[in-house]
């Protein structure tokens, strides 16, 4: 059974950085394009960043330049969110997702998710 876990969340004060990690097991996710979706209380959960299977990247107007994600697809697959210059308005509940399909476009379904970790960015 395919089970994705985030790890990395925290509380962080405007300016600061964090790293988000998403261990993927279960079953092979290398030909899976990943991606990390955020949900802030009251809004619908957005995509944040997605990375294909050959590591082309794919990033949110409003997290672009300050967030950077990849990929390592050793032993396990694992899909990184380094995130910097946060802002209050990053502040969300922050999950992983791998799509099935290997490539990511708008509308592509993410088919196995993970439980969400939190970020609160204080100012």
């Known amino acids: 059974q395919a089970q994705l876990v985030e790890t990395g969340g925290g509380s962080v004060q405007a300016g600061g950085s964090l790293r988000l990690s998403c261990a993927a097991s279960?079953?092979?996710?290398?030909?899976?394009?990943l991606g990390w979706f955020r949900q802030a209380p009251g809004k619908e959960r957005e995509i944040v960043a997605a990375?294909?299977?050959?590591?082309?990247?794919?990033y949110a107007d409003s997290v672009e330049g300050r967030f950077f994600i990849s990929r390592d697809d050793g032993l396990k697959t694992t899909v990184s969110l380094l995130m910097l210059h946060l802002e209050p308005e990053d502040s969300a509940t922050y999950y992983c997702?791998?799509?099935?399909?290997?490539?990511?476009?708008?509308?592509?379904?993410?088919?196995?998710w993970g439980q969400g970790t939190q970020v609160t960015v204080s100012s």
């Open positions: 279960g079953r092979a996710f290398r030909m899976n394009a």
């Open positions: 990375i294909s299977w050959n590591s082309v990247t794919f």
């Open positions: 997702a791998a799509s099935t399909s290997a490539y990511y476009s708008e509308g592509v379904n993410f088919h196995s």
